[in-house]
Nanobody, 121 residues
Framework: QVQLVESGGGLVQPGGSLRLSCAAS????????MGWYRQAPGKQRELVAA???????NYADSVKGRFTISRDNVKNTVYLQMNSLKPEDTAVYYC???????????????WGKGTLVTVSS
């Protein structure tokens, strides 16, 4: 079993900042890419940012220059620093990780349960 647990969501005013964290635990042999997705009401889930095990990153155009993804490979944790938040950033944010478990020969994607970020005055 592999679990992903997000934390750090909440209510913030426009222009404010939040930092999301996602810790992976369980029977982890290796973690490859990790990322953050979000889903706003009535919209499809979309990629926000992703980071490889080597530290290469990519971002959605809508968050470039405002959000920063990082990871701690020792702690099996990925972070999303969100600055200059806008009301349109309001969504449930989900953590994703491509993990090879000890009991599996192939890696697969795992998801957290999500954390709500609300940007409103």
């Amino acid at each position: 079993q592999v679990q992903l647990v997000e934390s750090g969501g909440g209510l913030v005013q426009p222009g404010g900042s939040l930092r999301l964290s996602c810790a992976a635990s369980g029977s982890i042999f290796s973690i490859y890419a990790m990322g953050w997705y979000r889903q706003a009401p009535g919209k499809q889930r979309e990629l926000v940012a992703a980071i490889t095990s080597g530290g290469s990153t990519n971002y959605a155009d809508s968050v470039k220059g405002r959000f920063t993804i990082s990871r701690d490979n020792v702690k099996n944790t990925v972070y999303l620093q969100m600055n200059s938040l806008k009301p349109e950033d309001t969504a449930v944010y989900y953590c994703n990780a491509n993990v090879r478990a000890y009991y599996s020969g192939s890696p697969r994607d795992y998801w957290g349960k999500g954390t709500l970020v609300t940007v409103s005055s």
